[in-house]
């Protein structure tokens, strides 16, 4: 696609749920993150995929959190048990190749656990 | 740990200003910084990058410096339109092989008409 995609852009759900975000990075990007923004913070690193595999998950906050990429593309942030700390806007962003530093951010989904 | 600081963290300023928006960071060893806007509600877009044997970059109105020795930068933007209003994140990536960005807080700019 044009741009990167998330879906879905707003999630409301209730405390002890499960929820599942995803991200659909630039055709051919092979990096991509997840990173958290909580409100009037700058963004936090959450995980780092090199094509399948997670390169660097030493963001993810406990084991509640959990993240895939089975075939390089798609990404799923997955939240088991969700708790009101997780609310915030969950950010994707892909890159062309490792390290080049230049990150092409979706525009989010916003989590609310009521 | 990497720390980046943003000072103002808030301005305002008349159309038509030049204005300049700092950030700093603790760890020197950088590979390479970046500069972001934020809308409201939206994701980050990506203004400038600057890699570390660089000393600024330009696009546009926008001029971006980094001093790494003394762990700045600058952007600063010339002629101010009520559409630069916007936060602006500086990240840093550092130079140790890790892959993540540090962000700062950001500087959430107003331009007045």
């Known amino acids: 696609g044009a741009g990167v995609s998330q879906t879905p852009s707003n999630k409301v759900t209730e405390k002890g749920k499960y929820v599942e975000l995803r991200c659909d990075p630039i055709s051919g990007h092979t990096a991509l993150y997840w990173y958290r923004q909580s409100l009037g913070q700058g963004p936090e690193f959450l995980i780092y995929f090199q094509g399948t595999g997670a390169a660097d998950d030493s963001g993810l906050p406990n084991d509640r959190f959990f993240a895939v990429r089975p075939e390089g593309s798609v990404s799923t942030l997955k939240i088991q048990r969700t708790e009101r700390g997780d609310s915030a806007v969950y950010l994707c962003a892909s890159s062309p190749g490792r390290r080049t530093g230049e990150l092409f951010f979706g525009e989010g989904s916003r989590l609310t656990v009521l | 740990k990497q720390e980046v600081t943003q000072i103002p963290a808030a301005l305002s300023v008349p159309e038509g200003e030049n204005l300049v928006l700092n950030c700093s960071f603790t760890?020197?060893?950088?590979?390479?910084l970046q500069w972001f806007r934020q809308d409201p509600g939206k994701g980050l877009t990506s203004l400038l990058l600057?890699?570390?044997?660089?000393r600024e970059q330009t696009s546009g109105r926008l001029n971006a410096s980094l001093d790494k020795s003394s762990g700045r930068s600058t952007l600063y933007i010339a002629a101010s339109q009520p559409g630069d209003s916007a936060t602006y994140l500086c990240?840093?990536?550092?130079?140790?092989?890790?892959?993540?960005?540090?962000f700062g807080t950001g500087t959430r700019l107003t331009v007045i008409p």
């Open positions: 600057i890699q570390s044997s660089q």
């Open positions: 990240a840093v990536l550092l130079g140790t092989g890790a892959n993540n960005l540090f």
């Open positions: 760890d020197s060893a950088i590979y390479n």
